[in-house]
């Protein structure tokens, strides 16, 4: 494969929090399919405190564009704010999912 340090292809991991009203309109399967759409990596789940969170991997500029998704939201979402976080890099996470 050559040199790493030369690929273009960076990968990133972070976490998100998402506040709003994020409950009862299905935005963790919104979530998946923009994270799928996007080849991305994680999972999302309900926090007890009503907040989201999101565990997000994959190639630099694609975590870009789905935090930018994420602080839109879906059209029934009510996005008041997020909170990004790194994480280091998990070479066990799959395909993003929804926690139960």
Request: some cysteine; charged content about 20%.
């Amino acid at each position: 494969m050559g040199n790493p340090h030369n690929a273009i292809y960076i990968t990133e991991h972070r976490q998100i929090i998402i506040r709003g009203q994020v409950q009862g309109i299905g935005i963790r399967l919104w979530l998946r399919n923009v994270a799928n759409s996007l080849n991305l990596y994680g999972s999302c789940r309900l926090l007890p405190d009503g907040t989201l969170q999101v565990r997000v991997q994959g190639e630099r500029s694609l975590v870009k564009q789905f935090i930018i998704a994420c602080k839109r939201g879906p059209s029934d979402a009510r996005i008041d704010g997020i909170e990004i976080s790194e994480l280091p890099i998990d070479h066990r996470l799959g395909a993003f999912y929804v926690e139960r």
